[in-house]
């Protein structure tokens, strides 16, 4: 069963750091192109940023709202995906999930948009 | 950017009736790379149309895509109690970003 299971959510403080993860299992994850997706409580779905996988050069994206605080990355060793988060705002809080495309496992590109998500882990940042 | 407007903001309907969403991008978006997702409270979002009009797998055929350029539509031909939900459109590829959100509510 393909299965992401995001860990590590918590309360921080203004200007803290919070690092999460997702354990992926059920799928060849060193192929897989990962992303992280937040929603703010009562709030729409707002893309945070995406990883390659390495053979297609492990690049990064990321939304312009976390871009130079937040850091993606992944140890395909484990099989995690992580979600570094620095200098964290006090509208960071949000639900984080992690998501995957399997289409890039069969064809090699994003054809499906986002068809697998984990439960989403709760980060709130507040003083 | 492309940003991804989704109107109605509610839509009030009952069982049985149809819902019209519509996704309108500020700039023309390819067709392969527009998605909508299903969420319901607590949950994580649920993949239903890729490709602006391909169903993802196990989606009832009550829902469908269409649209091409800066125009996308989600059609759910019959509302069953559990198509009451709020409902996504997203850009991928290349790009990636959601759009505000349309939720369907019980009339």
């Known amino acids: 069963e393909v299965q992401l299971v995001e860990s590590g959510g918590g309360l921080v403080k203004p200007g803290g750091s919070l690092r999460l993860s997702c354990a992926a299992s059920g799928f060849t994850f060193s192929n897989a192109w990962m992303s992280w997706v937040r929603q703010a409580p009562g709030k729409g779905l707002e893309w945070v940023g995406r990883i390659k996988s390495k053979t297609d050069g492990g690049t990064t994206d990321y939304a312009a709202p976390v871009k130079g605080r937040f850091t993606i990355s992944r140890d395909d060793s484990k099989n995690t995906l992580y979600l570094q988060m620095n200098s964290l705002k006090t509208e960071d809080t949000a639900v984080y999930y992690c998501t995957t495309d399997s289409s890039v496992l069969w064809f090699g590109e994003s054809l499906y948009g986002m068809d697998v998500w984990g439960q989403g882990t709760t980060v709130t940042v507040s003083s | 950017e492309i940003v991804l407007t989704q109107s109605p903001g509610t839509l009030s309907l009952s069982p049985g009736e149809r819902a019209t969403l519509s996704c309108r991008a500020s700039?023309?978006?390819?067709?392969?790379?527009l998605a909508w997702y299903q969420q319901k409270p607590g949950q994580a979002p649920r993949l239903l149309i890729y490709g602006a009009s391909s169903r993802a797998t196990g989606i009832p055929d009550r829902f469908s895509g269409s649209g091409s350029g800066t125009d996308f539509t989600l059609t759910i031909s019959r509302l069953e109690p559990e198509d009451f939900a709020v409902y996504y459109c997203q850009q991928y590829g290349s790009s990636l970003l959601f759009g505000g959100g349309t939720k369907v509510e019980i009339k």
């Open positions: 700039q023309s978006v390819s067709s392969s790379y």
